[in-house]
């Protein structure tokens, strides 16, 4: 076998459909996009030689416009690419439909904070010497039809391997394919195999040279988080030549390319991305040895400017250990309470001059914001009014706050909006509720700080991990959460937060789940809220210490690098 010395590799090549990067660049749309932002973050944090790359997306993904009924409607959420970017040399070129399409790279660097940059590659084929189709190729997240997306998907895998190795990074690489988007990066691996060996025809040895250069991480248990494309489709974009090459090397599966099976085929180390999720992995892709790593959120990115001036006084190493955050056990309760209230007036103002409602800092407030999909069921707290009102009425007043964009063809997630707007009618000011527009980073992070409980209520096991929960726990804001994804670990009940139902699925979940909701609402968190502020705040401590100081991408990305990136081999 061919030796893989850890000592030779040398860069990482993280490849992303979507990364969140900062605010005003607009090239993701939820989860996946913001965990990318995150491990390169937590990458250059750490010194880790990693590159990131993924495409421009001028057009960026949505925005989000609701109307009284709660009816959503998009407009482009365009961006300059030219202001924020280094634009490179080189120009590579990708075969669609055999016609060339000539495809350049802009440059982000993402700066840690000891100084070690780690460079971000945004793939455009905004070139004059492009169709004008084709020049549209990287204007849209999640735009466009099969035919499009399997075009984006060649420029991003097979484009970025072209654009790294014009860049210059010719040494021995490990590419790390955040979910399978990126998987026909594999396809131009093997190609590149069997042209450098004069091979004719793919071996299994070679299947398995690839196998020793890539990572694979699989985010979603919902099978419409798969991408399939149909055979006709793949050779008509890919050729022939192209298509028979992934048809001998098996990846051809009930008559169509499903990219999870493409990058699981070319995967030497393949996770899920929480412990739970790994499991759930392993009985979908029977025959895979399916390894865990839990998701985490970049520390110094989602904490709030007040919590995160409490631990530089109380714990200043946090910033460049985050492990550090298991010492907030030491910082007094009254100096939580206040971190947090200052974090919450923030929200209340941000709530006041969004929509012009004016929330009382005194209230319980629920915090509840994610894409807007079925599967995430925001409707959950509206499915007994009555009792909802009965219990605001008795054991306190409480308000909620929501956010979240559905994808503009997800008509479930769209009638999930306007069941959230019909519920908050219904309640009118007995529980107010607020749904903010066009929720992004920028708004994440002031509502996961602010709110004193965050509601999480997913169908299980669809949550693969979940990442704003995490958010929340940073800024001493507990859970309040159905058992999944990565609630399943940092949960300790009546600790760090409350669970939600117990841990088993069944066919009377949605109302098992609801009852178990309310009950805890009304009976555990509310008097506690109201009548034990102290305990609250020593929860909201626990969340901290024991969830903050371990649901971090600086923890996440080391056990990429011991498990994955450069295992130690004997
Ligand atoms: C953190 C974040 C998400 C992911 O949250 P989940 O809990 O995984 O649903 C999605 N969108 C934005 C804007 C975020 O900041």
């Given at each position: 076998m061919q030796a893989a010395s850890p000592s030779s590799v040398t860069t990482v090549a993280y490849f992303s459909m979507e990364v969140g990067l900062s605010p005003e660049v607009f090239t993701y749309s939820g989860g996946l996009g913001v965990l990318a932002g995150d491990t390169l973050r937590s990458a250059a944090d750490l010194g880790v030689p990693l590159v990131g790359v993924t495409l421009i997306y001028r057009k960026g993904y949505i925005r989000q416009h609701l109307d009284d009924q709660g009816n959503q409607s998009e407009s482009p959420a365009s961006w300059n690419p030219e202001d924020l970017l280094e634009p490179m040399e080189p120009v590579v070129t990708v075969s669609l439909e055999g016609r060339p399409v000539q495809v350049r790279a802009w440059r982000y660097p993402v700066r840690g904070h000891s100084g070690h940059t780690v460079p971000v590659f945004f793939l455009d084929t905004a070139l004059p010497e492009n169709s004008e189709w084709d020049r549209t190729l990287t204007d849209h997240l999640y735009g466009g039809d099969d035919y499009y997306r399997l075009c984006q998907e060649v420029v991003l895998g097979m484009g970025g391997v072209a654009m790294l190795s014009a860049l210059g990074f010719r040494d021995r690489m490990v590419y790390h394919l955040n979910?399978?988007?990126?998987?026909l990066l594999a396809l131009s691996l093997l190609e590149s195999r069997l042209q450098a060996g004069g091979a004719s025809a793919v071996s299994e040895a070679d299947v398995e040279a690839v196998r020793r250069q890539c990572v694979f991480t699989t985010h979603t248990p919902v099978p419409a988080g798969h991408d399939k494309f149909s055979w006709e489709l793949v050779e008509k974009v890919l050729g022939r030549a192209r298509a028979d090459l992934l048809k001998a090397s098996h990846c051809c599966v009930n008559g169509g390319l499903n990219m999870t099976h493409l990058a699981l085929r070319f995967a030497g180390f393949i996770n899920g991305v929480a412990m739970r999720h790994g499991e759930i992995s392993t009985g979908m892709f029977p025959g895979y040895p399916i390894d865990a790593v839990t998701n985490g959120v970049h520390a110094a990115t989602w904490t709030s400017r007040p919590c995160a001036d409490l631990f530089d006084r109380r714990i200043p190493e946090w910033r460049k250990d985050n492990f550090y955050l298991r010492y907030a056990v030491g910082i007094s309760l009254p100096e939580i309470t206040e971190a947090h209230a200052q974090a919450k007036r923030a929200l209340l103002d941000e709530v006041e001059r969004r929509r012009g409602v004016s929330l009382p800092e005194s209230v319980l407030t629920i915090g509840f914001a994610r894409r807007a999909t079925t599967y995430k069921r925001p409707d959950l707290l509206f499915s007994d009014l009555e009792r909802l009102r009965g219990m605001a009425r008795q054991g306190g007043p409480l308000q909620v706050i929501y956010g979240g964009k559905a994808h503009p063809r997800d008509e479930g997630g769209k009638e999930m909006i306007r069941r959230v707007f019909q519920g908050a009618a219904a309640l009118g000011d007995a529980v107010r509720v607020v749904y903010l527009e066009n929720y992004d980073m920028a708004l994440g992070k002031i509502l996961c700080a602010g709110v004193d409980l965050w509601l999480n209520t997913p169908l299980r096991p669809q949550e693969a991990s979940g990442t704003s929960g995490m958010k929340a726990a940073l800024n001493g804001v507990p859970s309040f959460s159905v058992l999944d994804g990565w609630w399943v670990e940092g949960h300790v009940e009546h600790v760090t937060g409350w669970a939600i139902g117990d841990d088993s699925a069944g066919p009377e979940e949605y109302s098992q789940d609801a009852a178990s909701m309310y009950d805890k609402l009304e009976r555990v968190i509310l008097p506690l809220y109201y009548g034990r502020p102290e305990a609250y705040a020593r929860v909201r401590r626990y969340a901290i210490a024991l969830n903050g100081s371990f649901f971090n991408t600086q923890r996440m990305v080391s056990q990429y690098v011991t498990n994955a990136y450069f295992p130690a081999r004997e």
């Open positions: 979910e399978g988007h990126s998987a």
